[in-house]
């Protein structure tokens, strides 16, 4: 293995290239590792600390298999609960991940770590901002939803996930929640008309709870400053004072801000995009680290599958057994799936959107959670859209087709 943070000039040729040392990069870069492949990171900030409050249903996280997380990533766990018009537990765990633990677990000694930029990558090279080059068998895109080396040309605007939290003490966020954890609590409090946000709240540990006002998926993003009036009229509803709402403590709010709909991505040929860069974010919720932790552990097998058959990681083929590798055998399908389903969302008049949510949240358990989930199962995602569709009114219905038929439609503007 070659040294950390080493000389560019002296870098020698690796298996694996990955540009940007984010969840997704250092999920391959680790489980890569792992199987006994030459692995380099390359990061302008690779010592950055991740700073988001990472979240994921219990049951998709790695904490067994291949490639285990320890427990001591999860910071708190509890069962979900959404409201609607009407109030539904959701039976799964959701988790929210201690995010200095995850960095570390997921930081592994074996991968040679590159302070710099990619700003041009092909078949098994990649070129940084200072023009030195690398090479390595297969060059990986997770630069995130900058998506830095998109070969795509961006049409029109992206639909955004937009939020503003808080984080409180337990006993204040009880009076909010009555100490639930909210995945989604879309009761209109704040008394707002418009575009319909909803409050996500969760316990982050140590007797912490995060409150956040969040527009699931809009084009162009809820404007911060309305998500934050939002969220404090909310909490003066429910009781709270205006001191005890730290909007104006910077180590106690999260903004939160990134597309959830990438069109026109395409990676460079010979390139393999991971995680936010890929899109592998799920266009329903934003989510996208529990599916790059379990990509990892599928790109990494199949690149030790190679290495067996005698082919070097060459990238000669384009990469697409890589491709592969990180969708899943049937990810582009389900994926194209939510894409429509995100479409819907978006034509939804604002009002009728907490009903769309009753009847999408009174789902079996089964389909429900393959909507919502990282695995691609085509049947139980269909088996949820029919589910929901049989369950609409005819109004509802009709937006739904418009939806299907009719993408996105124009900007929210309202
Ligand atoms: C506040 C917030 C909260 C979120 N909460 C959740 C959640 O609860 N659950 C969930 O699943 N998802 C969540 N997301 C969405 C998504 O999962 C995250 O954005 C996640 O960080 C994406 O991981 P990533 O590794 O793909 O990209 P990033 O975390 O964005 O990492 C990309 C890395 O690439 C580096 N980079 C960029 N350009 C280059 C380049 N040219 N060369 C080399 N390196 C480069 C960057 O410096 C960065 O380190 C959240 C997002 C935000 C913003």
Redesign the pocket.
Known sequence: MGPRDGHRGELSPADLLV???????WSAARACARRGLDVVV????PDRTWR?????WCHELPLSGPDPLPPGVVAAKDVGWAIATRTHRLDDEYAILDTGALQRALRDDGVRVVRG???AAGPGRAVLADGSECRAGLVAD?????Q?LTTGRARGRRAEQTAVGVVVDEATAARVTGGRLLFMDWRPRHGVPGWPTFLYAVPLGGGRVLLEETSLARRPGLPMPELAERLRRRLLAAGLRDDEIPLDDPARV?R???PVDTPDHRPPDGVVA????APL?HPAT?????R?LRAATRLADACVTRSDHGSVLDGADGAAWARRAVRGGSGGIVHAMRRRGLDVLLRLPPGEVPEFFDRFFSLPAGPRRAYLGADDDVAESLRAMLWVFARLTPRLRGHLIAGSLGGPGPDQCR
């Open positions: 540009a940007g040392g984010g969840p997704a990069g390359v990061d302008p900030h988001h409050t990472y979240g994921a930029r990619v700003v997770a630069s995130g939803a900058v830095t999260e939160v801000r990134f991971l995680g936010a860069a974010v934003g989510f996208s680290v529990a790059s």
